[in-house]
């Protein structure tokens, strides 16, 4: 689910699960900011530090305000 992100878009988590693993370090409805990517385009990074998947079903791309 690339949608072509970038840093300072803005994603809201939609489920906790990926797959059949509970993620800890999100909630549900959690607005996040993109601070980074990883070298490879895979991960995304939120206050440079959380890691989440970019190609997955866990979130949603808020429109830009």
């Known amino acids: ?3 072509d992100l970038k840093i300072g878009d803005k994603i809201k988590i939609i489920k ?3 797959g059949n693993k509970v993620l800890a370090n999100v909630d549900i409805d959690e607005v996040l900011i993109i601070t980074g990517f ?3 385009g895979k991960i995304m990074y ?3 530090s959380l890691a989440l998947p970019v ?3 866990i979130y949603i791309k808020l ?3």
């Open 46 to 48: 939120h206050h440079n």
């Open 55 to 57: 190609n997955s079903d």
């Open 63 to 65: 429109k830009n305000d």
């Open 38 to 40: 990883s070298d490879d």
């Open 16 to 18: 906790d699960k990926l």
């Open 1 to 3: 689910m690339n949608q």
